[in-house]
Every structure is written in C-alpha cells, then in structure tokens.
C-alpha cells in the first residue's frame, strides 16, 4: 500500500486531500499543525499526530517513523504564527529560519520543502495529486469574455503575478483595466 503524508494548516484542504488518498488507496499519515488542523482530520487519517508548528524536527520524525517518501503540505499556514508564543520553534526550526535571505512565503515554503526533501520525503503539489480541485480550464459561463473583459483578464493577470511576487496577496479585482480591490488570503 502507498503511504501518504500530509501535513495539515487551516481550512478544508487538507480533509479534502486525505479522503481523496483513502479513495485512491494510500495509507495517510497526518501531521496536523495543533491550534490549525481541523479535527475533522480523524475521520480520513490512518494515523496522526498534533505537533506544534514550530517542532520541524518532530514533523520530520513523524514522517520518517511511519517511513511517509511523499507528503503534501496543505492548508494555510499564517506568518503571524512566527510572532506568537504558542508557536515554540525547535533548533532545527529555528536554524531554518535564520537561514533564509528573507522571511517571504515563498522563502520559508521552499526552505521547509529543501529541509524535508533532504530527509528523502519529497513535496507533492496538491493539484497534482487532486486534479479535481482545479478550475477545468476554458469559458465556464453561458457567454464568452468580450474584447474588453479580455483587456481587463490580461491587464488583473500582470497585477496579481506582481501582488504575489511580494508577498502581499493571491487575488486582484480589475474594471476597466484599474485594480479595484486585493486580497490576501
């Protein structure tokens, strides 16, 4: 039987994963991030456990122990969580962030993927392994996108590459080629 790890922030994501890899015939093995992972979680995990977000080391072990070679980290994770008390970093997490040029989500995704990809448990991405979750490519509605909204689709499609190469935001809102909101997620 395949093993899969998942290791578990906030939302619906990660129970949505976990019961699709029971569905698919993997053992899944949770790493719920405590005070973030849904308990819903135990209804479609082999087997988990409730580690602190900042012990990357009893992340690791977990993973090793129940010999997990590939994981999926779903679920949002918030940055604030690095300022907080409940979060009490391991050395092995604390080394990794003193580590990184800068202390973007892209830094500390790609440090903590690099870490455990070094231990022999390779990433998966998530919408690789549920295809289903994506948007099927192509118009969606009953009316194609006129010229105009073509314009706005090209121009909201610059404006939210560059949001998220800051990381400052995941979504725009465009009218009439303007940025009328953002959001991050």
């Known amino acids: 039987m395949q093993i899969i790890g998942i290791i578990s922030g906030l939302g619906d994501l990660p129970a949505i994963i ?62 604030a969580l690095l300022y907080k008390s409940g979060i009490t970093p391991d050395l092995r997490a604390v080394k990794l962030l003193f580590s990184l040029k800068d202390r973007s989500d892209d830094s500390i995704l790609n440090a903590i993927t690099k870490e455990l990809e070094t231990e022999g448990i390779s990433i998966l ?12 490519e192509g118009v969606l509605t009953k009316s194609k996108p006129s010229k105009d909204e073509w314009k706005d689709v ?23 080629e303007q940025t009328a909101a953002g959001h991050e997620a």
């Not at 699709?20 to 719920?32: C, F, K, L, N, S």
């Not at 977000?53 to 679920?75: H, P, Q, R, Y």
């Not at 610059?158 to 009439?176: F, H, M, N, R, W």
């Open 18 to 79: 976990a019961r699709d890899a029971r569905e698919r015939g993997y053992r899944v093995i949770t790493v719920a991030l405590e005070g973030l992972a849904s308990p819903e979680l135990n209804n479609f995990s082999d087997e988990i456990r409730w580690i602190n977000a900042g012990k990357l080391g009893e992340i690791i072990s977990t993973l090793e122990n129940f010999d997990v070679k590939e994981a999926i980290m779903a679920g949002k994770v918030p940055k």
């Open 125 to 136: 991405n998530t919408t690789s392994f549920s295809p289903h979750l994506l948007t099927p």
């Open 154 to 176: 090209e121009f909201g499609w610059k404006i939210a590459k560059g949001v998220g190469s800051l990381d400052i935001g995941q979504a725009v809102v465009v009218k009439g």
